[in-house]
């Protein structure tokens, strides 16, 4: 998702975990594509002042809780303006610049 915003003239960074966090938290926008079960522990490191947009592009429920993303995300950034990214696709299809169908909810 990173290089398709880059190339449509966006700035996009990747954050690893040895990123630095100020910069994601400077952010206007926040893509969320983790493993769903590191959704929560991603967007706790950046914090609960955030208050930027936040499109979660993971997909499934957190284990334990059963919670949907929407519901963990909302509960470390309540702040923040919630979108989800869903649709049939593929990484490498998208990462190619392959046409697919998405769908932004929010």
């Excluded at 969320?32 to 930027?52: K, L, S």
């Amino acid at each position: 998702l990173a290089a398709v915003l880059a190339r449509t003239g966006h700035r996009a960074w990747l954050w690893s975990r040895s990123a630095d966090i100020e910069t994601v938290r400077t952010a206007r926008t926040l893509v969320v594509a983790v493993p769903a079960q590191a959704v929560r522990q991603t967007v706790a490191r950046v914090g609960r002042a955030f208050e930027g947009h936040v499109v979660i592009a993971a997909k499934g429920l957190e284990e334990g809780s059963a919670k949907l993303l929407t519901e963990v995300v909302s509960e470390e950034m309540p702040r923040s303006q919630l979108t989800v990214l869903s649709g049939p696709s593929f990484a490498a299809d998208v990462a190619a610049n392959r046409p697919v169908a998405l769908a932004l909810a929010g």
